[in-house]
C-alpha cells in the first residue's frame, strides 16, 4: 500500500527554469494538498483541491499552479522558479476536506 | 481565521522524563484536531484524530486529550526513539477555507538517554 507518492524527491533548478512536482494516491481520497516547508515558518499550504475538477488557493499560492488530473494525481507547477521557492514541498491527501490528511516524503527543491 | 499555537517550541526530556506538549487555537469549535509526528527528512506521519471536549486517543507512550480550545500531547516515560517534531493541524471553518488544515509551528521533542 504506497499511500501518497511524490516525484521526484530531489530537485535542483536554475532561476527561471520551469518543472511539474508529480503526486498521486492510491486511497481513494477526494481531497488533496500541496505544502511548502520552510525552517521556522511551519507548514504552508499553497493549493487545494476538495474534488476532482476543483483547486482552491491556499496562503501562498504565487508562483505555482496546480491541475488536478483525475482523482489519483495533484501536480504542482512552477513556470519561472526564484530562489524564494527553495523549499521541501509535500502533496498530501484526505478522504474529505475535514478529516485527517496523509502525506508524501517530500520533495526536496532547491532553486539557483 | 484560526490560528493554531504550540508550545514549548522545543523540549528537551530525558528517557523516562514524563511531560506534555499544548496545541491551543483562537477559533472555537470542534472540527477535529490532527496530530502528527515528523521525523527528519520525511513527510508528517498521521497520529490521531480528535473531534470531541473530552475525548483521548492512544499509541504505546503517547496519549492525545482535547478540550473545547486546546489539545495536549502526554509522552509517557519516553524513550530517544520518540524524538522527533510533532505537529498538530485543524481543519478551516466554512465558506471557501473549509477543509483546508492549518498547522501549529510544531514542538520539537528530543529525548536523551
Known amino acids: 500500500n504506497a499511500g501518497v507518492t511524490q516525484t521526484p524527491k530531489f530537485q535542483v533548478l536554475k532561476t527561471g527554469q520551469s518543472m511539474t512536482l508529480q503526486c498521486a494516491q492510491d486511497?481513494?481520497?477526494?481531497?488533496m494538498y500541496w505544502y511548502r516547508q520552510d525552517p521556522g515558518m511551519g507548514l504552508r499550504l499553497i493549493y487545494y483541491s476538495a474534488s476532482e475538477g476543483t483547486t482552491d488557493k491556499g496562503e501562498v499560492p504565487n508562483g505555482y499552479n496546480v491541475s488536478r488530473l483525475n482523482k489519483r494525481e495533484f501536480s504542482l507547477r512552477l513556470e519561472s522558479a526564484a530562489p524564494s521557492q527553495t523549499s521541501v514541498y509535500f502533496c498530501?491527501?484526505?478522504?474529505?476536506?475535514?478529516?485527517?490528511?496523509?502525506f508524501g516524503q517530500g520533495t526536496r527543491l532547491t532553486v539557483v | 481565521e484560526d490560528q493554531v499555537t504550540q508550545s514549548p517550541e522545543a523540549l528537551r526530556l530525558q528517557e523516562g522524563e514524563s511531560s506534555s506538549l499544548n496545541c491551543s487555537y483562537t477559533?472555537?469549535?470542534?472540527?477535529?484536531l490532527f496530530w502528527y509526528r515528523q521525523d527528519p527528512g520525511k513527510g508528517p506521519e498521521f497520529l490521531f484524530t480528535l473531534y470531541s471536549a473530552g475525548e483521548e486517543k492512544e499509541k504505546e507512550r503517547l496519549k492525545a486529550t482535547l478540550t473545547k480550545k486546546e489539545s495536549f500531547l502526554h509522552i509517557t516515560a519516553p524513550k530517544p526513539e520518540d524524538s522527533a517534531t510533532y505537529l498538530c493541524?485543524?481543519?478551516?471553518?466554512?465558506?471557501?477555507?473549509?477543509?483546508?488544515?492549518?498547522f501549529g509551528q510544531g514542538t520539537i521533542l528530543t529525548v536523551h538517554p
Open positions: 498530501a491527501s484526505s478522504l474529505q476536506g475535514n478529516t485527517e490528511a496523509f
Open positions: 486511497m481513494n481520497h477526494n481531497s
Open positions: 477559533v472555537s469549535g470542534l472540527r477535529g
Open positions: 493541524a485543524r481543519p478551516n471553518a466554512g465558506g471557501t477555507s473549509y477543509g483546508k488544515l492549518t
